[in-house]
């Protein structure tokens, strides 16, 4: 399969404790996305990367998140000290930048639960 | 700031029938619009897409129209069949290509109910 994925497909943690994501782009895509999906809502904007450079980080990632993505390819989310409103989906996506905006394909998303 | 607002939440329709749904957006940088189709426990895909130099464009039985006067933009489906049945983001690029501001923000979806 040579499109975006993530790892772990689901994942519970009790409050308080650290969790990470992560997500491997499409190959030949250099920009990489972040983004927060709660039930009944659309996605939400985190972050994003262009190659290893994170070039916008949403007021809503708190300084309990932090996101890398060190050699330009895949990427990881950390959350510190998880809290109940962690709990969402996660949705990493990735794109080829030419300049203009290109179609972002969207991985299966990482499923947290904070109890 | 920043918003994009989507309507109807829910949309109940007969197969063969046509829905639409309907966005606006509140950048005027805005460039970029796509639609996303996303099935339950499913990842969000990409259905159809258009850029502000366009005012519409089809792609078989969807459709997307854009009016940037008044930044709206709606996707139509005709000939509607029981597998379109999903929740249906719109989205809107933030920042224009020519800043080093840019991320899409997503309408908050419209479930599609297409019964048989």
């Known amino acids: 399969d040579t499109g975006v994925s993530q790892d772990p497909r689901h994942k519970i943690t009790k409050r308080g404790q650290n969790v990470t994501f992560r997500c491997d782009p499409i190959?030949?895509?250099?920009?990489l996305y972040w983004y927060r999906q709660t039930l009944g809502q659309g996605p939400e904007f985190l972050t994003y990367f262009q190659n290893e450079a994170q070039l916008e980080k949403s007021r809503l990632l708190s300084d309990r998140f932090s996101a890398e993505r060190p050699k330009g390819s895949f990427s990881t989310l950390e959350i510190q000290r998880t809290e109940q409103g962690d709990s969402a989906m996660y949705l990493c996506?990735?794109?080829?930048?030419?300049?203009?905006?290109?179609?972002?394909?969207f991985g299966p998303g990482t499923r947290l639960t904070v109890l | 700031g920043e918003n994009v607002e989507q309507h109807p939440s829910t949309l109940s329709v007969q197969e063969g029938d046509s829905a639409v749904i309907k966005c606006t957006y509140s950048?005027?940088?805005?460039?970029?619009f796509p639609w996303y189709k996303q099935e339950l426990g499913k990842r969000p895909q990409l259905i159809i897409d258009i850029r502000s130099n366009v005012g519409e464009k089809k792609d078989q039985r969807i459709a997307v129209t854009l009016n940037k006067t008044a930044k709206h933009f709606s996707l139509h489906i005709t000939e509607t069949q029981p597998e379109d049945s999903a929740v249906y983001f719109c989205?809107?690029?933030?920042?224009?290509?020519?800043?080093?501001?840019?991320?899409?923000?997503f309408g908050t979806g419209t479930r599609l109910l297409v019964s048989p």
């Open positions: 996506a990735s794109s080829f930048w030419t300049g203009v905006y290109n179609e972002q394909f």
């Open positions: 989205a809107a690029s933030i920042g224009g290509d020519n800043t080093g501001f840019q991320k899409l923000v």
């Open positions: 950048d005027s940088a805005s460039n970029y």
């Open positions: 190959s030949e895509h250099n920009r």
